[in-house]
């Protein structure tokens, strides 16, 4: 007769718990989505910060390197590499601030506007594409309710 203690084995994981938790649940959808953002992205070479970045400036033009810090939550010292990279790439430029004469503002470029019209709108299709289960309804309710977190 075997003596020894029988050891338990998983042959299916409970995530009960972790599913009743809006951090994991917010973890896991924006995990499914930012795999499709960084596979459509990879054509207009952007990572998901490059792009908040490229987006805000196209939408805010003359923006400077601290309201983009404050609004995307960055550092300063991280945003200065993305502001140089983007402006080799010719997608932004920097020309001096019409008021604070320290300070520079942020302006897309002709070829940055270009890219990003054509990024925003693959943007906008990837999550309809990454969120089939949801109705236009339910995905704007779903922004509504994240909104709600943290503004």
Not at 32 to 60: C, G, K, P, W
Not at 99 to 114: I, Q, V
């Amino acid at each position: 007769m075997d003596t020894q203690p029988q050891i338990p084995f998983v042959d299916k994981v409970n995530t009960r718990y972790l599913e009743t938790l809006l951090g994991y649940n917010a973890r896991r959808a924006a995990l499914t989505i930012i795999e499709v953002f960084l596979q459509r992205m990879a054509v207009y070479e952007l990572r998901i910060v490059d792009f908040s970045v490229l987006s805000l400036v196209t939408h805010n033009p003359g923006i400077t390197s601290r309201q983009l810090c404050t609004t995307l939550g960055i550092l300063a010292p991280n945003l200065v590499g993305m502001v140089d990279a983007l402006e080799k790439r010719d997608l932004i430029a920097r020309k001096p601030h019409p008021l604070d004469g320290r300070a520079m503002g942020l302006h897309p470029t002709p070829a940055g506007l270009s890219m990003m019209r054509n990024a925003e709108k693959t943007a906008a299709q990837l999550e309809v594409d990454s969120t089939p289960r949801l109705s236009d309804a339910e995905r704007k309710t779903l922004l509504q309710l994240l909104k709600k977190v943290y503004k």
